[in-house]
């Protein structure tokens, strides 16, 4: 239990549950954090923080309506909304819902809001199946990885973009995480300078098998992909599906106390996480592997 303690202190989520303990009861030790409210911000520009205190969700308010990027658990779906109230903005005004990936502690709310306000949902490629199907790859009848279903209303791939008035975002295939996994990019103005702002999808192990019965085929190869590919980004300002991702907390404490500058421009910071997550990711290949072989 201390292990799994651990983990949630970080919430990185950089190892799978111990074998000893069930999804059940790691999803249940993660809720209580997942679940709690936070205070809605202007991030940077015209990007806004709305989700809660363990996951993120994201708002970005252009000349056209709303961009709803993610949601969070089904039970977060009143509190971000409420959220999204709170900075002034309508969920009415919400024309395009996009995702990182479709896990269930991110698409939540998907039906729900889609259904409120007609918005279009915008999804990686790959990751379709799985979000009409509501579950996690690999593991199709887990009910505790289930999520409401939703209707896909485009899927894309690399370098496809999405715009809705004077905001354009660019999907970025980072498969590994999930199969469809997309990271968004976007450019925005940071007083008198453009920043390019990228929603990171994920790079943690998690709960993905990746050897003898892998979540899904390629899952090894798909991470190494991704992490080059991240590498090698130029990126301003890194964003993510949680908030311990890029210390949402910490800048956020600063942002309120300073007031400039932005602490949340941090040019580099996608490459040193990704590093070490390439890092973790190799121990845990190695662990799983080695929990293949046959005792001596």
């Given at each position: 239990m201390k292990r799994l303690t651990a983990t949630l202190c970080a919430l990185a989520l950089f190892v799978p549950v111990a074998q000893a303990q069930t999804v059940k009861d790691f999803i249940a030790?993660?809720?209580?954090k997942w679940t709690t409210p936070f205070e809605p911000f202007q991030l940077i520009g015209?990007?806004?923080?709305?989700?809660?205190?363990g996951i993120a969700v994201y708002i970005i308010k252009t000349s056209q309506g709303l961009i709803l990027m993610d949601t969070a658990l089904p039970q977060s779906t009143g509190m971000i909304?409420?959220?999204?109230?709170?900075?002034?903005?309508?969920?009415?005004?919400?024309?395009?819902?996009?995702?990182t990936h479709a896990h269930f502690d991110h698409t939540g709310g998907f039906a729900e809001i889609k259904k409120e306000t007609g918005a279009q949902l915008v999804a990686g490629e790959r990751d379709k199946a799985l979000l009409e199907g509501g579950y996690y790859p690999g593991d199709e009848k887990n009910?505790?990885?289930?999520?409401?279903?939703?209707?896909?209303?485009?899927?894309v791939k690399e370098g496809d973009k999405v715009t809705l008035g004077d905001t354009t975002l660019t999907a970025h295939e980072t498969p590994g995480h999930s199969p469809g996994c997309t990271s968004w990019e976007m450019t925005v103005k940071d007083g008198s300078q453009d920043r390019e702002v990228l929603f990171f999808c994920s790079g943690t192990v998690?709960?993905?098998?990746?050897?003898?019965?892998?979540?899904?085929?390629?899952?090894?190869?798909?991470?190494?992909?991704?992490?080059?590919?991240?590498k090698a980004m130029k990126i301003d300002v890194l964003l993510g599906p949680h908030p311990e991702v890029y210390g949402m907390q910490d800048k956020r404490a600063q942002q309120i106390k300073?007031?400039?500058?932005?602490?949340?421009?941090?040019?580099?910071e996608l490459p040193?996480?990704?590093?070490?997550?390439?890092?973790?990711?190799?121990?845990?290949?190695?662990?799983?592997?080695?929990?293949?072989?046959?005792?001596?």
């Open positions: 030790a993660v809720t209580k015209n990007i806004y923080y709305v989700g809660t205190d909304k409420d959220n999204i109230a709170k900075l002034g903005l309508k969920v009415a005004d919400i024309k395009v819902i996009l995702n009910e505790d990885l289930a999520f409401p279903a939703v209707k896909v209303d485009r899927a998690a709960l993905n098998r990746l050897v003898g019965q892998p979540t899904y085929a390629g899952i090894v190869d798909d991470y190494r992909a991704t992490f080059a590919k991240a300073d007031g400039s500058p932005n602490p949340f421009v941090k040019p580099g040193a996480y990704v590093t070490g997550l390439s890092e973790d990711f190799d121990k845990q290949l190695a662990k799983q592997t080695a929990a293949l072989q046959p005792a001596k």
